[in-house]
């Protein structure tokens, strides 16, 4: 069994900054990657970004991916810490939302990550 715990969400202002952390407990070699999921209120959960547990490959998102794909969204590892996190930059009030840290088998659709933390709520508002 796998146990996730987000951290550092927050209010923001639009254009600023945030970071957010995923430290994961448990057999996490049953899962193949970690990923971000973000459910804003009335709307379907998305997924924003995933790492390979094994390789750290990453994925991102159309919605999160600024000019010319650069992502403003950056997903990175620290195995040291079993600890995962979410860079959030140029942060714009649509990205307002919980956000949720899962494990699971890649990509970005729920469907395929089967643990699951508690979230935390990140808003983005003047």
């Known amino acids: 069994q796998v146990q996730l715990v987000e951290s550092g969400g927050g209010l923001v202002q639009p254009g600023t900054s945030l970071r957010l952390s995923c430290v994961v407990s448990?057999?996490?070699?049953?899962?193949?990657?970690i990923a971000w999921f973000r459910q804003a209120p009335g709307k379907e959960r998305e997924g924003v970004s995933c790492i390979s547990v094994s390789d750290g490959r990453t994925h991102y998102a159309d919605s999160v991916k600024g000019r010319f794909t650069i992502s403003r969204f950056t997903i990175s590892r620290d195995n040291t810490k079993n600890a995962v996190y979410l860079q959030m930059n140029s942060l714009k009030p649509e990205d307002s939302a919980v956000y949720y840290c899962a494990a699971g088998f890649g990509g970005l659709q729920p469907a395929d990550f089967g643990s699951w933390g508690q979230g935390t709520q990140v808003t983005v508002s003047s």
């Open positions: 448990g057999f996490i070699l049953d899962y193949t990657a």
